[in-house]
């Protein structure tokens, strides 16, 4: 178990979260008070090999499910016993995804794909287009907003995917392998723009089963069979 208190004002707080299953007859702990603390404006990677439990810590993060025992606030609300409905008003608020499969809908422009958390947050028309073309300038694809997914490398629509996770101003943005479905220059340039988005003052927090990938975090938590085992200070780019 890691308690690993921040002097920065903490988004995440995470103490002794646990989370059990039960399938059939079988019992499984995927989780096993878990206790952590990330603040504001870090870059954190938690780091795992399938089926240590990263999934499971990752859904609880994301406030797409709750733990069994324990507390988990985020920005300092406490979340752990929250319904579906408060628990689907906290993500729209308060997190931004990125997921290894980038989730574009390929009929529609990157522009259109970026505002459409702010459609479903019912912001008015012109402002949802001027908050998604910034949110794509911030990523580096300004030339890029009338483009739709299959114009673009895959690089390129993970940037439109990282764009829409910030639009909506997030106070924790959540990478889900962002690299795992990219070539290695792709890759470089996704990392990169992690790195810029962290100088920027964003809170990142990064899963991963990869090793290289992580340590371009400015910190890294292991899990396994449950249970942060130990933290890395990363010497990465991302370093602080």
Do not use: W
Request: charged residues 25%; aromatic residues 2%; glycine residues 10%.
């Amino acid at each position: 178990m890691v308690e690993q208190p921040s002097r920065r004002r903490p988004i995440i707080d995470l103490l002794e979260v646990s989370k059990s299953y039960q399938n059939g007859s079988l019992h499984v702990d995927a989780l096993r008070g878990v206790s952590a603390q990330i603040g504001q404006g870090e870059y954190v990677a938690i780091m795992g090999p399938s089926g240590s439990g990263k999934s499971t810590l990752m859904h609880i993060l994301g406030c797409l499910d709750v733990p069994t025992s324990g507390t988990y606030r985020l920005a300092g609300i406490d979340v752990s016993g929250m319904s579906e409905s408060e628990l689907a008003e906290v993500r729209n608020r308060r997190i931004g995804f990125v997921f290894q499969q980038f989730n574009l809908l390929p009929s529609m422009s990157a522009c259109r794909n970026v505002e459409l958390p702010l459609l479903y947050g019912g912001v008015g028309k012109r402002i949802r287009r001027e908050r998604a073309i910034k949110a794509l300038e911030e990523v580096g694809l300004g030339d890029r907003i009338e483009h739709r997914p299959s114009q673009l490398s895959g690089g390129q629509q993970q940037r439109v995917a990282i764009a829409r996770a910030l639009v909506g101003e997030p106070s924790l943005v959540l990478a889900d392998e962002p690299t795992g479905n990219l070539d290695s220059k792709s890759a470089e340039e996704v990392l990169s723009l992690m790195e810029r988005l962290h100088g920027s003052g964003r809170t990142i927090v990064l899963i991963t089963h990869d090793q290289e990938v992580a340590s371009r975090a400015s910190r890294m938590l292991r899990i396994r069979d449950g249970q942060l085992l130990h933290e890395t200070v990363s010497a990465g780019t991302g370093a602080v």
